[in-house]
């Protein structure tokens, strides 16, 4: 279908008179009014199909825009979002991670942070913290059954309502209550200071104090006694949780002895939780290497992908043969064929885009900069290179230049750069400028690479994690500056040539149909004098002619 025409008929250009009006003309003058005003019309027709192509074309590269957008928006929220720090390629805490292995879980176990100690600690539990509890002395029975949690107060012997006060908390018992909703109301009623649990394989209803330690404190003062009979609750006195104590020995020989309100502690940039038992455990802390170039492997793989996807529709060829279709053309086809010719019609719609073009040359030019002060560079010796864009035999290979890859042995380098000089790696990606710098050039030189990169997507799609700004890509995009009814504001984002474009056909198609008319009618007034010249002609022919 490459040789397709491009033009639609507008109303009233169809061979009887066409459109919603009926034009009975050239009876007198045998002329054939609607093919002449129809090739009058054409240069406008032609006029406006072209800038309907354009209007198309505009679209498609808005599309286009957003699609990149909004790759650009997922990658930047997997690599540059402070809402999950744990993946950001420029937060330095990234590139020192520790593992913390536990000889006995049971015992405990830790969490090692970026500034740990590395090591090994001996942790000797001699009691854990405990909060204050109080049992049914024995299983709630409902008949000769243990008692389910749909089991009604009354069922166990409970004949009206009534109190139980716990911990000052003043708490109304129904006796239609079941052990499950008698159960809500202490934790409603206690304000979730009470924790309550009935278990349904030993009967024992379970009322415990949601802190830990010596402060915890728990007392059933008062109530209802046939309620705390049927209960099994018979202790009112008050009873009191238990501090964990342990003792932590470090690395270097020192003990810590702890007597501590809950089960987790933090020292030396580990977070040790006790376990379920008494005992010593050694927690082994050190160096997680793999971590680190894990992160950058995925940050690799992901970038790539983006640059192939970029660099692919930069280079991309546009195909001349396919124009957008119009609406005439659409109705001869199927959605298949439609789909398929408007996929060639796209091709080399952002082909060297100047704006992506800048965005890609200045994430290329971050990764080979010099970084202040980092004291290493990009390079073999770190594991790491750019793409040359060039195959084997020095052809150019579209959406190869600037990728980052691996060298042979790349990842055991990287792991062995974070080894033995992690200060500098972690710099080189990293790095922030201090804040007394204000000149751009100088706050770019000391910028570590990942950190200039967020700052370019910043510049280019905005921060991670928002959708409106004022960004360039978005605002190109997206935002509209003329609002004006004739076309004449300022603003050259998309948008804005969207408008005034649209704009523009309709004043071409208001001028078209008002030119339309205007030959009708004169065409209309030419047979009116034909008709009269006729009957003149006949009337003569009577006079004399006719004798």
């Given at each position: 279908?490459?040789d397709?025409s491009i033009?639609?008929?507008?109303?009233?250009?169809?061979?009887?008179?066409?459109?919603?009006k009926?034009?009975i003309?050239?009876?007198?003058?045998?002329l054939?009014?609607?093919?002449?005003?129809?090739?009058?019309?054409?240069?406008?027709?032609?006029?406006?199909?072209?800038?309907?192509?354009?209007l198309?074309?505009?679209?498609?590269?808005?599309?286009?825009?957003?699609?990149?957008?909004?790759?650009?928006?997922?990658?930047?929220?997997?690599f540059?979002?402070?809402?999950?720090s744990?993946?950001?390629?420029?937060r330095?805490d990234?590139?020192?991670v520790?593992?913390a292995?536990?000889?006995?879980?049971?015992?405990?176990?830790?969490?090692?942070?970026?500034n740990?100690?590395?090591?090994?600690?001996?942790?000797?539990?001699?009691?854990?913290?405990?909060?204050a509890?109080?049992?049914?002395?024995?299983?709630?029975?409902?008949?000769?059954?243990i008692?389910?949690?749909?089991?009604?107060?009354?069922?166990i012997?409970?004949?009206a309502?009534?109190?139980?006060?716990?911990?000052?908390?003043?708490?109304?018992?129904?006796?239609?209550?079941t052990?499950?909703?008698?159960?809500?109301?202490?934790r409603n009623?206690?304000?979730?200071?009470?924790?309550a649990?009935?278990?349904?394989?030993s009967g024992?209803?379970?009322?415990?104090?949601?802190?830990?330690?010596?402060?915890?404190?728990?007392?059933?003062?008062?109530?209802?006694?046939?309620?705390?009979?049927?209960?099994?609750?018979?202790?009112?006195?008050?009873?009191?949780g238990?501090?964990?104590?342990?003792?932590?020995?470090?690395?270097?020989?020192?003990?810590?002895?702890?007597?501590?309100?809950?089960?987790?502690?933090?020292?030396?940039?580990?977070?040790?939780?006790?376990?379920?038992?008494?005992?010593?455990?050694?927690?082994?802390?050190?160096?997680?290497?793999?971590?680190?170039?894990k992160?950058?492997?995925?940050?690799?793989?992901?970038?790539n992908?983006?640059?192939?996807?970029?660099?692919?529709?930069?280079?991309?060829?546009?195909?001349?043969?396919?124009?957008?279709?119009?609406?005439?053309?659409?109705?001869?086809?199927?959605?298949d064929?439609?789909?398929?010719?408007?996929?060639?019609?796209?091709?080399?719609?952002?082909?060297?885009?100047?704006m992506?073009?800048?965005?890609?040359?200045s994430?290329?030019?971050?990764?080979?900069?010099?970084?202040?002060?980092a004291?290493?560079?990009?390079?073999?010796?770190?594991?790491?290179?750019?793409?040359?864009?060039?195959?084997?035999?020095?052809?150019?290979?579209?959406?190869?230049?600037?990728?980052?890859?691996?060298?042979?042995?790349?990842e055991?380098?990287?792991?062995?750069?974070?080894?033995?000089?992690r200060k500098?790696?972690?710099?080189?990606?990293?790095?922030?400028?201090?804040?007394?710098i204000?000149?751009?050039v100088?706050k770019?030189?000391?910028?570590?690479i990942?950190?200039?990169?967020?700052?370019?997507?910043?510049?280019?799609?905005?921060?991670?994690?928002?959708?409106?700004?004022?960004?360039?890509?978005?605002?190109?995009?997206?935002k509209?500056?003329?609002?004006?009814?004739?076309?004449?504001?300022?603003?050259?984002?998309?948008?804005?040539?969207?408008?005034?474009q649209?704009?523009?056909l309709?004043?071409?198609?208001?001028?078209?149909?008002?030119?339309?008319?205007?030959?009708?009618?004169?065409?209309?007034?030419?047979?009116?004098a034909?008709?009269?010249?006729?009957?003149?002609?006949?009337?003569?022919?009577?006079?004399?002619?006719?004798?």
């Amino acid at each position: 279908m490459s040789d397709m025409s491009i033009n639609s008929t507008p109303s009233g250009m169809t061979g009887s008179g066409g459109g919603d009006k009926l034009r009975i003309v050239g009876m007198s003058t045998g002329l054939d009014v609607d093919g002449i005003v129809q090739k009058m019309l054409r240069p406008q027709q032609l006029r406006i199909s072209n800038e309907k192509i354009r209007l198309q074309q505009m679209q498609w590269k808005q599309e286009a825009y957003r699609d990149i957008i909004k790759d650009i928006k997922s990658f930047q929220d997997e690599f540059f979002n402070v809402a999950k720090s744990g993946s950001m390629v420029n937060r330095g805490d990234n590139y020192s991670v520790f593992t913390a292995e536990s000889g006995d879980s049971d015992v405990a176990a830790a969490f090692a942070s970026s500034n740990a100690v590395e090591g090994n600690y001996v942790i000797d539990v001699t009691r854990l913290a405990k909060q204050a509890e109080i049992r049914s002395s024995e299983g709630i029975t409902a008949g000769a059954d243990i008692a389910k949690l749909t089991t009604k107060l009354s069922e166990i012997g409970v004949t009206a309502d009534g109190t139980i006060q716990i911990s000052g908390k003043s708490i109304s018992i129904s006796k239609d209550d079941t052990l499950l909703s008698f159960t809500n109301k202490v934790r409603n009623g206690t304000e979730g200071k009470v924790n309550a649990v009935y278990d349904e394989i030993s009967g024992m209803l379970i009322l415990q104090d949601t802190q830990t330690g010596e402060g915890s404190n728990l007392q059933i003062e008062s109530g209802t006694d046939e309620i705390l009979t049927a209960l099994k609750i018979n202790d009112t006195t008050v009873h009191n949780g238990s501090n964990a104590a342990f003792s932590i020995t470090s690395p270097y020989g020192g003990t810590l002895d702890v007597n501590n309100q809950t089960n987790v502690y933090s020292v030396n940039g580990l977070t040790i939780n006790l376990g379920n038992k008494i005992g010593k455990s050694t927690i082994t802390v050190k160096p997680d290497d793999d971590a680190p170039v894990k992160m950058i492997k995925d940050f690799i793989g992901k970038y790539n992908s983006l640059v192939d996807e970029i660099q692919s529709k930069l280079t991309e060829k546009s195909n001349k043969d396919y124009k957008p279709l119009t609406d005439e053309q659409k109705k001869q086809m199927s959605k298949d064929e439609i789909a398929s010719w408007e996929a060639k019609s796209k091709e080399g719609i952002l082909r060297s885009d100047p704006m992506l073009t800048q965005m890609m040359m200045s994430i290329r030019r971050a990764f080979f900069d010099k970084v202040e002060g980092a004291g290493i560079s990009l390079g073999k010796d770190l594991g790491l290179d750019t793409s040359s864009g060039l195959d084997e035999n020095n052809n150019f290979v579209s959406g190869e230049s600037g990728k980052i890859l691996f060298t042979v042995g790349g990842e055991e380098k990287l792991k062995q750069a974070l080894k033995n000089n992690r200060k500098e790696v972690t710099d080189l990606f990293t790095k922030t400028p201090d804040d007394n710098i204000t000149d751009p050039v100088e706050k770019y030189n000391n910028e570590g690479i990942f950190t200039r990169i967020n700052d370019i997507l910043i510049d280019y799609v905005g921060r991670a994690g928002t959708s409106l700004n004022s960004a360039k890509l978005t605002s190109m995009a997206n935002k509209q500056n003329d609002f004006s009814s004739y076309g004449s504001g300022t603003g050259n984002t998309l948008p804005d040539q969207i408008h005034r474009q649209n704009l523009y056909l309709n004043k071409l198609t208001t001028k078209m149909i008002a030119d339309q008319e205007k030959y009708y009618n004169q065409f209309s007034a030419l047979e009116t004098a034909m008709q009269k010249l006729s009957a003149q002609s006949a009337w003569l022919y009577q006079q004399y002619g006719g004798q």
